[in-house]
Each structure stands twice: as structure tokens, then as C-alpha cells.
């Protein structure tokens, strides 16, 4: 087996002559990136998922926010294939995730210290509020309320989310957040939830601009956004949109999806960064946004019948496919999504985090066998 140096040095030559892995089927690249996911849980002391393999320690600790919608992912991977060994994965996530939630209900990223963070309890919320669906128990319930009570309560005056958050920014890629607010609402409804997610939502489309593309969406303030925060936003729109019913998020929503398909090259390469302003601002393609992006593609040609949704998602997760190596017998890496291409690209550098591989996992399903949504639901086209 290499060592982790020599794997990601080898694997930056392979970038810089492109030299791409052997394509295979949509099908063999989904049960790769499954295999691995997999693996990335089993490589820790607790149940969660490792935040990835890196050059920056190899396998590292799991990562509590990503953890909890990769449990959805599982669950409906059980579904999918009739398996209950993803049930089983999922649910020793989300027990996990309980045995790591703060006593004020939120989910905190011990890198940055024991305080509750707004948009990690959000992504938490998904996998307790599925979790409590699938299983009846209410330990699941009780944790996803808790979770869902604390976000609203420190939301500001006006609803928002202004605090608690990365780097003490309010960012528009909370509408991801909004959303989980929501699917609690479909366990069990409370009105100030609705209120809450409603405020970000409405000030999510506020900081829309005429390129279609949001202010305040970066993780930093005055960077120009990474695809993959610019598609959580959307995607959030786009999902309290259904759930709501509600026209002008769902238009929101697909006004960004449409001014990031007029920046997809015909290969599938879909700039890592986009200015607000709506040009490529990044010489390197982030993954994870392009699989992000198929998805919110897949949902909205589901939604409206328009072909070029359909070519979109074709050509996004081929360009994916096209740097995923489900050949290699170094499973580390086998089946695994890189940050960016080429794996020195400023999102995620040198490192196969564990959400790229999630969000691929999901783009594949909708482009193979029909439409999921978070919920679990499914039908083929």
C-alpha cells in the first residue's frame, strides 16, 4: 500500500499530465462510490463517517455535520437495493450523532469548539428526522425536537440566522437549514419552525441578484463562492419550495440552477468558483458542486419535462466519473470523489472528503433509476 504522501503525489502527477482513470458504467461507479462510503465509516472508533482520506493525516476523525445526511443517503441506498446492512449503518449513524449532541440540542465541530453551530444542527436535523421515520423510535423524535427547538431559538428578531455560524457570517446557503426546519414540520408541526425557515428563505431570495446567482453565499464574506455552497442554496430553495408550495422560492431556484447551466461546458466542467456577478471565477472544477448541481438539474427535469435538465445531469456527473478510479487496489481511494479537480484545486485540496462521494451517490440514483428526494420517496420515470 502507498503512503498517504506518495498516493497524493502520485495522484497530483496524474492531474497535471491528465492522465484520467478508465470510465466504466454509471452503475460500477455507483457501487464503487457506495463501497467506499462505506468504508470511510468503518474507519473510526464511534459510528459516524470520517471526514475523508487526506495528505493532512490519512484517515481522519469522523465529521458530525456531513454524517448526518450521509444517514439519509444510506437509507435510501437500503431502499434501493433492499438491504438492510445500509438501515443498519444509517441508524448506528444517527445513535452516534445522540451520543454527540450538545445538551442545548445543537451539533458543534469540536475544531472549532464545543458551541453549537446552525448550520451543522441543520445538516444533523435530515438524518434524526429520517431516522425517527424509518424506526418509530422516539429517541429519534425527541432528538431531531431538540435539535429543531434550538435553531429556532436562536434565530434573531427578524427570524434569521445571524449567529452560531461559520466564521459569524449569516450565509444564504442556510436555506439548506431552512429546509431541515421543514421535514421537521413533517413529523410533528410547529408554526414558529415555518416562521423561521420562511425568514431565511425570503432573505435568501432578497440577496438574489439579476445574474441569478446570491450574495453573502460564500463561506467567507468577499470570496467568490464555491459551486458547492452556491448549490446548497438552490437546492434548499428548491426543496422548502416543494414543501411549501411556494412559487417564488422554486423560481429562485431555478433561476440559479439555469445561470449555473450556462457555465457547464459541453464536457461536463463546471467552473469550482462563480462570482456573484455570474462569471467563472476558478480555473479548477469542484466536484462536489457538480454533483450537488445534477441533483437540483435531475429534480427541476423531473419537475418541468426539459430536456436540457436531462443532458445537464449527464454531462456533470460524467465529467465526475471521469476522475473517480474504481479500478485502483488502493482502497482508500477506490470509488472515492476528490474536492477538486485537479486535486490541488482550492476546494478541499489533496483530499477525498466523505460528502462529494455522498452527493455523487445521490446524483447517480436520479440519473440511474428514477427520483429520490430526502424523504425517501421514489419513483421511476
Not at 6 to 20: E, G, M, P, R, S
Not at 44 to 64: A, E, F, I, K, M
Request: charged fraction near 20%; charge should be neutral; include cysteine.
Amino acid at each position: 500500500m502507498l503512503s498517504t504522501l506518495a498516493t497524493f503525489i502520485q495522484l497530483a502527477v496524474k492531474d497535471l499530465a491528465h492522465i484520467l482513470p478508465r470510465v466504466s458504467t454509471p452503475e460500477s461507479h455507483l457501487l464503487s462510490a457506495e463501497s467506499w462510503l462505506k468504508h470511510a465509516q468503518d474507519q473510526g472508533n464511534d459510528d459516524g463517517v470520517s471526514y475523508g482520506y487526506s495528505l493532512r493525516g490519512g484517515w481522519r476523525p469522523s465529521y458530525r455535520e456531513t454524517s448526518g445526511y450521509i444517514a439519509t443517503t444510506f437509507f435510501n441506498l437500503a431502499r434501493h437495493h433492499n438491504d438492510p446492512d445500509y438501515q443498519e449503518r444509517a441508524i448506528r449513524i444517527c445513535r452516534w450523532l445522540l451520543g454527540v449532541q450538545n445538551a442545548d440540542g445543537s451539533f458543534s465541530n469540536p475544531r472549532y469548539g464545543s458551541e453549537g453551530i446552525v448550520f451543522d444542527t441543520g445538516q444533523d436535523l435530515f438524518g434524526l428526522v429520517r431516522a425517527a421515520e424509518e424506526t418509530g423510535d422516539a429517541t429519534f423524535r425527541q432528538g431531531a425536537l431538540r435539535a429543531a427547538d434550538w435553531l429556532v431559538s436562536i434565530a434573531d428578531h427578524s427570524g434569521r440566522w445571524t449567529r452560531n455560524e461559520h466564521l459569524n457570517t449569516p450565509h444564504v446557503y442556510n436555506t439548506r437549514t431552512a429546509w431541515a426546519l421543514l421535514r421537521m414540520n413533517q413529523v410533528t408541526y410547529d408554526s414558529r419552525r415555518e416562521q423561521v425557515a420562511r425568514s431565511n428563505l425570503d432573505w435568501a431570495v432578497a440577496e438574489q441578484q439579476t445574474s441569478g446567482f446570491f450574495a453573502e453565499c460564500a463561506f467567507k464574506r468577499g470570496d467568490p463562492p464555491f459551486t458547492h455552497t452556491i448549490a446548497y442554496a438552490t437546492r434548499g430553495l428548491f426543496e422548502s419550495g416543494r414543501l411549501l408550495n411556494e412559487s417564488r422560492y422554486l423560481d429562485s431556484a431555478q433561476k440559479c440552477a439555469d445561470a449555473a447551466l450556462e457555465l457547464l461546458r459541453s464536457d461536463g466542467y463546471l467552473p469550482g468558483q462563480l462570482s456573484v456577478a455570474g462569471h467563472a471565477a476558478a480555473n479548477y472544477c469542484c466536484l462536489t458542486g457538480n454533483c450537488q448541481f445534477a441533483i437540483v438539474w435531475a429534480k427541476l427535469y423531473a419537475l418541468t419535462n426539459d430536456e436540457k435538465y436531462r443532458k445537464a445531469v449527464i454531462l456533470a456527473t460524467d465529467q465526475v466519473m471521469k476522475h473517480q478510479n474504481i479500478h485502483t487496489t488502493n482502497q482508500n481511494i477506490r470509488g472515492a470523489i476528490k474536492g477538486s479537480f485537479p486535486i490541488w484545486g482550492r476546494y478541499a485540496p489533496m483530499s477525498f472528503p466523505n460528502w462529494p462521494t455522498k452527493f455523487f451517490i445521490d446524483a447517480l440514483l436520479l440519473r440511474i433509476q428514477g427520483k429520490y428526494d430526502e424523504q425517501g420517496s421514489y419513483s421511476r420515470r
